[in-house]
T-cell receptor, first 112, second 113 residues
């Protein structure tokens, strides 16, 4: 079965711009989480969605937002990009909320 | 706040030896502890997980142990092989009714042939 699909794989943006990243979970999975991975901070939780509702939000500024659609696909948006937003953004989905998350390959965002 | 500490940060072993990575979590309400393996340039892959109602779980050469009293959990890899070389992350699920995982900082395991 298909895994978690994230698009695009790579993205280069300029400071001040905004970006939207997409995540298609494994078929049947309704729980989707997003993480930011950087060499210095490791894996940090951004948001969690279940049945189109944001269940949790990590300690990130309001420039980071997300949503989940009725087909469980999810998007995250970062506005007014800063150099420090350069990171690998990972999406993970699971069948049972809170357990057994499968990660996608991520979107590598570079802000210049 | 919620925190997971992972040790060591790097680990080098000879092929065939065992490797042990340890994690400590702060939230006593945590009830789920997965381990992920991430090879260079690839996605984190779930290799084993344990829930708080179980003390130990084994899957072939990999095992995880959990000590809820001490808030410790460990990954044990036996008969290591060069393909085990990767970064390993432990994580703890936050308090119940959440999908939020708190990750450790990672351990770079190198298995020398």
């Amino acid at each position: 079965k298909a895994g978690v699909t994230q698009t695009p794989r790579y993205l280069i943006k300029t400071r001040g711009q905004q970006v939207t990243l997409s995540c298609s979970p494994i078929s049947g999975h309704r729980s989707v989480s997003w993480y930011q991975q950087t060499p210095g901070q490791g894996l940090q939780f951004l948001f969690e969605y279940f049945s189109e509702t944001q269940r949790n939000k990590g300690n990130f500024p309001g420039r980071f937002s997300g949503r989940q659609f009725s087909n469980s696909r999810s998007e995250m948006n970062v506005s007014t990009l800063e150099l420090g937003d350069s990171a690998l953004y990972l999406c993970a989905s699971s069948l049972e909320q809170g357990f057994g998350y499968t990660f996608g390959s991520g979107t590598r965002l570079t802000v210049v | 706040g919620e925190n997971v500490e992972q040790h060591p940060s790097t680990l080098s072993v000879q092929e065939g030896d065992s490797a042990v990575i340890k994690c400590t979590y702060s939230d006593s309400a945590s009830n789920y502890f997965p381990w992920y393996k991430q090879e260079l340039g690839k996605r984190p892959q779930l290799i084993i997980d344990i829930r708080s109602n179980v003390g130990e779980k084994k899957d072939q050469r990999i095992a995880v142990t959990l000590n809820k009293t001490a808030k410790h959990f460990s990954l044990h890899i036996t008969e290591t092989q060069p393909e085990d070389s990767a970064v390993y992350f432990c994580a703890a699920r936050g308090s119940s009714n959440t999908g939020k995982l708190i990750f450790g900082q990672g351990t770079t395991l190198q298995v020398k042939p």
